[in-house]
């Protein structure tokens, strides 16, 4: 899935989404956690700075890159890539974690330890597809 088609595919699910985020804040998340971003997400917050509110469905919300920057904190290694929360599911009660350096990693939950995709990519095709809705 490209960038445009997930934009399209939330916005279809009637998921609020923030404005695209600007190249001083993508250096900015980039700087403070020590990171190069993937393409993939350097085009995803190029195109939205995350959810402007939670998905009603799924209750997942993904961060903006103020929220990744402020949640730097629960930064966890897995097989010697750093993931970082990218979202949170039900208010915080978890959060989703993945690696901003590489596309093709595991998306799992922090503290469930729960993968929950593959990759990003799959990721968001089981967000779009409604695979995490709760009704």
Do not use: W
């Amino acid at each position: 899935m490209i960038v445009d088609d997930i934009f399209v595919a939330l916005q279809g699910r009637s998921i609020r989404l923030n404005g695209p985020a600007t190249i001083q804040e993508l250096r900015s998340l980039e700087s403070f956690l020590d990171i190069k971003l993937h393409a993939f997400f350097f085009d995803l917050f190029s195109k939205f700075n995350g959810f402007d509110a939670y998905d009603h469905r799924s209750q997942i919300c993904i961060g903006s890159t103020d929220d990744l920057i402020s949640r730097s904190k629960t930064m966890k290694k897995l097989d010697g890539e750093r993931t970082y929360a990218i979202g949170d599911i039900l208010i915080d009660s978890d959060f989703i974690m993945c690696s901003l350096e590489n596309d093709s990693t595991p998306v799992f939950l922090l503290h469930e330890e729960k993968q929950l995709a593959a990759n990003i990519n799959e990721f968001f095709e089981r967000l779009i597809s409604g695979a995490f809705d709760f009704v």
